[in-house]
């Protein structure tokens, strides 16, 4: 079972630092993703911001998710922080 989502954090050019529950923490690129119909409210940066954490994955308003696997298993891996 992969770990769940802890915390998101929106970064510049549509990056996503994620924070699971196993400790690690792992940068998500969704540039790629943002042709998407579903996805294209993201293109704003202000509603790309609103990102949150809810019950292990992560989400914008109007129920606007991406799948948690993907986040873990093509996220980069960032540090540990002390």
Not at 50 to 56: E, F, H, K, S
């Amino acid at each position: 079972m992969l770990p769940a989502v802890n915390s998101v954090q929106a970064l510049p050019n549509y990056r996503l630092l994620l924070t699971f529950d196993n400790g690690e923490r792992k940068c998500f690129d969704m540039s790629p993703y943002l042709h998407y119909p579903v996805f294209q409210r993201l293109q704003n940066p202000g509603f790309f911001k609103l990102a949150r954490t809810d019950y292990g994955i992560f989400t914008w308003p109007g129920d606007i998710d991406f799948a948690p696997e993907t986040l873990y298993i093509d996220g980069v891996s960032e540090p540990r922080q002390e």
